[in-house]
């Protein structure tokens, strides 16, 4: 009740209560039917008109249903201190949270004039009530928010942006960093006569998404902080690149394919990670084994005598000249 308890507005006792009730809901709102048990519906449709005039409750549709919302009353102060456009304008910035809202967007949500929006949304910007940020994925477009949000990620783009381009050396040395750190824990150290040792299925060592992070933390490789999210897709980036393979914890009588998809997924089994080692083939390679015929596209039909034979075949004169 820290909010309320400033009442900013002087709310009556009934108006606070009311208030109380439907900041309660959170997100989800409630109906217009809904009311505190202690209050009469008179009192309570009263109290609603009352804080609806003051900016105090929002009328927001919910699964096609129009449902009524606290808004935190210091916004609410500020929107009352607006002219009608201005606050209209800002109120529908305010709706759309960190993610922003685009000024077409804005346009059909407020139906006002081109020229009345742009005056409205300068006038807001000039206060620092609001401001213009740019959308990573979509950088022609303009996006407003409200002047005391950080953008999500969403807008800029995460960890991996800087100033809205993709920083690919970041990204590069940073997957340097923790293929080395998994390659160090992936295979057994020590034994420099077997140099292709690797760990029995029961070793349970393999590090997570949690310790990558925390190796890249206290080894200050990066100065952003990066959320276990941002390391878990910078690793997805390694098993695509096939020099890192993903892995469920050990459990004993089982393997990784025993696992259904449902546990695979599970947020609470962690995934480990190991490096793929890259071996190069014992098996010489000779003039014979590359013989084009094993797999030459059109081998079902080369005949001595037909269109494609022996003799005008493109492929077997490259191979001969090796």
Known sequence: MSEAGSNPFGLSEVELAFYEFAKASGKDGIKFSDRPPTMGVEEAYGAMNSLLKKNALEVVQINNENMLRAIDLREAEKASRLSDEARIVYNA????????IWTKDLKKKTNMHTIVLNRTLKALEQKQEIKAVKHVKFPTRKIYMLYNLTPSSEVTGGAWYTDQELDIEFI???KTACLKYITARSFPRGNEQVREAVYSAEHEHYPTATEVRRFITESRISSVDLSVKDIESLLDV???DGVV??????IAGFEDDD???DEGDDPSVPFAYKAVRRTASRLPTEALTEIPCGKCPVFSFCTPDGPVNPSNCEYFKVWLDW
């Open 238 to 240: 390694l098993v695509y």
């Open 93 to 100: 910035i305010r709706g759309a949270g960190n993610e922003g």
């Open 259 to 261: 696992l259904s998809d």
């Open 172 to 174: 590069e040395s940073l």
């Open 245 to 250: 393979e993903k892995k469920l914890p050990y």
